[in-house]
């Protein structure tokens, strides 16, 4: 079976960093899309960036545009979510998710196809 594993999460000031990591077990990064979302307490869950396995784009949701920055290592079979310029907006539980179809890789915003979740990591800043 797929396993995610998210870590990296804390507390942090507004204006500083954090990089998330999400290890893949059971699967490799290269043949899944893999994918950030967030949920903060009563709000709705909400994508954030993505790397799919079919082609070499990253994508990003238009609040990490320009602050975040999704990569993956193939060797180590993870997936990083380097987070600068943090503000108190982007408090949340963050969790990664991953998918195998084509159709996730081309549509990799579309939070119902993921097939595979991890169990989450909180990013708490502070203003």
């Known amino acids: 079976q797929v396993q995610l594993a998210e870590s990296g999460g804390g507390s942090v000031q507004a204006g500083g960093s954090l990089r998330l990591s999400c290890v893949v077990s059971g699967g490799t990064v290269s043949t899944h899309t893999v994918s950030w979302f967030r949920q903060a307490p009563g709000k709705e869950r909400e994508w954030v960036a993505a790397?799919?396995?079919?082609?070499?784009?990253?994508y990003y949701s238009d609040s990490a545009k320009g602050r975040f920055t999704i990569s993956r290592d193939n060797a180590k079979n993870e997936v990083y979510l380097h987070m600068n310029s943090l503000n108190p907006e982007d408090t949340a539980v963050y969790y990664c998710?991953?998918?195998?179809?084509?159709?996730?890789?081309?549509?990799?915003?579309?939070?119902?196809?993921?097939?595979?979740w991890g169990q989450g990591t909180q990013v708490t800043v502070s203003s």
């Open positions: 998710a991953a998918d195998p179809s084509a159709r996730t890789a081309m549509l990799p915003g579309e939070m119902n196809e993921y097939k595979y």
């Open positions: 790397v799919p396995w079919n082609n070499g784009n990253s």
